[in-house]
C-alpha cells in the first residue's frame, strides 16, 4: 500500500527527472548528435570564435562596431548568393556561373537603369527574370538530355561572361547615381535602434511557438516531447545573443538594412526547407534521387525549382553588389565572387554529397570568409593569403563533412 510518503518521494524522484531532461538531458543529446556525425553548424561557430580571438588580439579594430557593420554590408552580396548555391547543393549539383550572373545582373542595372532611361524597378525585375530564365535552361539541360550540371553551368560561366563584356561596350564601366535609394539602400542604409531590437526578439519567440506546437502535436500522438524547461531555456539564450550583438551593432553606425535583407530571404529559404513539402522533397531527392522518384515526387520539378532560385538569387546579389559599388562593371561578379559564394556554403555546413544544408550555413559561412577577408586587410597583408588562408578553410570544412558523413554510415550500421 503507498503512503503519502511514498507519494512525495516518487513525487521528487520525477521532479528530478524532469529536471534531468531539461538540463543535463540536453547535453546528452547534444554529445550523442556530435558521436552520431550529427555535427551541425559547430565547426563553423568554433572556427568563427578562432578567427574573431585572433583578429582582435593582431588589431583590435577588427572587433570595433563600425568595422562589424561594414563587414555585415559586404557580406550580404555574396551571401545572397550563396543562398542560392545552397540549393543546388542540397542535390548534389553545382553551378559554376552565379559569380558571372551577378556580374551580367550588374551591368543590367546600369545598361537599363542609367544608359536607357529604363525605370529602376523594371531594370531590376529584368534581371532577375534572366536569372530565372538561365536557371530554367540549365535544368532543361539536366533534366531532358542528362548534362552534368559542372558542364552546363561552365558553359555558362563563359557565355554570361561574354555577354555581360558586349551589354558593357567600350567603357567597360557605368556609374549609378550616389543620390539614389539603390546606392543608398547598399553604402548607407541602417534599421531604426527600436525596430532592430524588435526584430531580434522574433527567433525566440518564433522557437517557443514552434516549439510548443511540435509538443502539443507529439504529446497528442503518444509520443515523447521536449521538455518546456529546454525550450524555453534555448530561446533565451538565442535572444540574450542577439539582442546583445545589436547592442553592440549600435555603439556604432547600426545594422544595415541589406543585412536585414540577406538575413529575411535566409529566413524564407529555411522555412522553404524545413516547413513545406518542397523542402522535403529536396531532402529526399539530394539524399536517393532514384527512391524519390518511385515515392511519387516529381524529381525533375525540384531540380527546376533548384537552378531557378540558384540563378535568380545570383542576380538579386548582383544587383546589391552594383548598390555596394556604386556602378556596373566589366569586374562586377568576376574574380573570387564565385568562389566565395560556393565556399559559403560549404564552410557553413552544406554537405556536397547532397540531402544535408541549410540556409543558415550560407549566413555563417560567408561570415566566415568576410571576417577573413576584413581582418586580413586591416592588418595590410596582401590578398594572396587571403586567398590561402579561405583555401585551407574550405579544405578543412570538406575534410569535416567526410568524415561526419562516415561517422553517420558507421553510426547507422551501428
Known sequence: MTTDNDKTTLDRADARVRHDDSLKGAIRDFTDRLRSGDLGMLPVIVGLVLISTVFSALNPVFLAPNNLVNLLFDCATVGVISLGIVCVLMLGEIDLSVGS??????????????????????????????GAMIGAVYAT???????????STLSGLLAILGLQLYILGPTGSINLPFASALVGFGQLWILPAWLSYLLGLLPGAVMVWVGLSVMRQ???AGLSAQPLGRLVLKAAALTVGLEGAIYYLHLGRGVPVMFGLFVLLAVILNYGLTRTQWGRSMFAVGGNREAARRSGINVR???LSAFMLCSTLAALGGILSAARLASSSQQAGTGDVNLNAIAAAVIGGTSL?????SAWSAV???????????????????SSLR????????AIAV??????????????RG
Open 301 to 303: 520539378r525540384i531540380y
Open 353 to 357: 554529397f547532397g540531402g544535408r544544408g
Open 364 to 382: 555563417l559561412g560567408i561570415i566566415v570568409i568576410q571576417a577573413i577577408s576584413n581582418g586580413l586587410t586591416l592588418l595590410n597583408l596582401s
Open 141 to 151: 539541360l539536366y533534366n531532358r538530355l542528362g548534362m552534368p550540371s559542372f558542364v
Open 218 to 220: 507529439r504529446t497528442a
Open 387 to 394: 586567398y590561402m588562408i579561405t583555401g585551407g578553410v574550405l
Open 399 to 412: 575534410i569535416v563533412d567526410s568524415l561526419a558523413r562516415q561517422s553517420r554510415v558507421s553510426h547507422g
Open 101 to 130: 550572373m551577378s556580374g551580367l545582373a550588374s551591368a543590367m542595372i546600369g545598361v537599363l537603369w542609367v544608359n536607357a532611361g529604363v525605370s529602376l524597378p523594371l531594370a531590376i525585375v529584368a534581371a532577375l527574370a534572366t
